[in-house]
């Protein structure tokens, strides 16, 4: 089962989470979403800087977006929530 959670507690490690965040037209969007850190966009080559360090996202197969998400989902494995039950 999801959980949204806070922006703020999601992992900042490189994995992959599916985010909330808001376009310029203010329509609230749900997509897959890996923060990079700086140290992480320059091991992939190019010129960045600390202003590139944030949230990001794939807007087709070649583009991607950095983005403000606001909240995450975390996926609770259904195992877990039958053991806490007992």
Request: charged share 35%; net charge negative; no cysteine.
């Amino acid at each position: 089962m999801r959980k949204k959670l806070p922006i703020s507690t999601a992992p900042m490690n490189g994995t992959k989470i599916t985010v909330l965040w808001t376009d310029n037209d203010d329509q609230e969007n749900e997509s897959v979403a890996r923060y990079h850190s700086l140290a992480q966009l320059k091991a992939g080559g190019g010129d960045w800087d600390e202003a590139d360090t944030g949230w990001w996202i794939f807007t087709d197969s070649r583009t991607q977006k950095k983005i403000d998400p606001t909240a995450w989902f975390s996926e609770e494995d259904d195992q877990d929530e039958e053991d806490e039950e007992k």
